[in-house]
């Protein structure tokens, strides 16, 4: 696995810990990189993803619940919050990564944490973020 799925994998594990215990970024990702024997290489790139979501939170918010109509952000499983608010920061606000490239690790994601009919909907939902902002905000 590459490098970069782990930090991605990392990122929406630590997004879950804050989505449902509530507790600040910070503290969460302390614990959550005490408790790991994860390599200190995927750290910059994990931190990053959940530093960059957490900081756009409202925004990347707004665009996922107005892509996902059927769908209030509070009735979608935690991972699946996760996983979308990872990729999407990457689409909207990473240059250096291609969002073809996102969209398929978020889905990829969704096969192995979340449920049977997860990956089909991220990938919708991501691929709407992406037509409507081509380059990013």
């Not at 449902?20 to 993803?49: C, D, H």
């Not at 900081?55 to 109509?69: G, P, R, V, Y």
């Not at 990829?108 to 380059?135: C, M, Q, W």
Request: net charge negative.
């Amino acid at each position: 696995m590459s490098l970069r799925r782990q930090s991605r994998i990392a990122a929406m594990q630590i997004l879950y810990q804050i989505q449902l215990t509530e507790t600040p970024m910070i503290l969460v990702m302390e614990g959550f990189w005490q408790n790991q024997e994860a390599s200190t290489k995927l750290r910059p790139f994990a931190m990053e993803l959940v530093e960059g979501a957490t900081e756009h939170l409202e925004t990347i918010d707004a665009l996922l619940q107005d892509t996902s109509k059927n769908w209030k952000l509070n009735r979608m499983p935690i991972v699946d919050l996760s996983i979308l608010r990872c990729a999407t920061y990457e689409i909207l606000y990473l240059s250096d990564v291609d969002a073809a490239v996102a969209i398929n690790e978020a889905v990829e994601i969704a096969k192995s944490y979340s449920t049977p009919d997860s990956p089909k909907f991220i990938n919708g939902v991501l691929d709407n973020i992406r037509k409507k902002h081509p380059n990013g905000l």
